[in-house]
């Protein structure tokens, strides 16, 4: 019961920081973690119907087959990504969706975030463009599942990032919090080659 409480307070606390931040939109966003013999999981509609003010009896959980096993909500669309990434990961435990201002601007040109800063490489390393493919999509998971796999080794030294062409980005991390810098890094390496330009 105390890990399932503490996971539940981790997702609740995520999601909040994640939109106070300006690190995913009121357009949608998603977190998932993997605690004990459980995953945890946000619900369907967090950002434009809940604009992430969700309490911890939002939550849904499933066991480690994936199989739903309490919550009252439909889970989000990207539920299959995230459960994906937290069974076939084992070093992995947290995964973010975020749509940050900065780093979507390159999702939706299709182009990588500049890696030359060093925050970035420590935190994130290279963020490859997934594909187009519809939210919630067996394409769309099966692709970022398929890509996290490929780096799975890299969450040894930092999160994993990549992005998803005109959409948002996803984050992966042993821990939410290492999730969560690796989503700042992005964020702020977008941030600062965006503007970067206007002095060149």
Known sequence: MEN???AKQTIVETVKFLYDRGLSSGTGGN????????FYLTPHGMGPELRYDIG?????????????IHGNREPSVE????????????AASASIHAHPYYATVF?????QIPVDMEATRELVGEMP?????????KKLADDVINDVLARSSEIESHGIGLLLA?????TVGRTMAQALGALE??????RCALLSRLLQ
């Open 4 to 6: 399932t409480l503490r």
């Open 31 to 38: 977190v998932a973690l993997k605690c004990g013999d459980k």
């Open 56 to 68: 911890p009896d939002d939550i849904i959980v499933y066991d480690m087959k994936g199989n739903k």
């Open 79 to 90: 539920g299959n990504m995230h459960l994906g990434i937290l069974m076939g990961c084992p």
């Open 107 to 111: 999702a939706y040109a299709g182009k």
């Open 129 to 137: 463009v997934i594909d187009i493919a519809p939210a919630g999509s």
């Open 166 to 170: 005109l959409h948002g980005m996803i």
């Open 185 to 190: 890094a992005a964020e702020e390496a977008a």
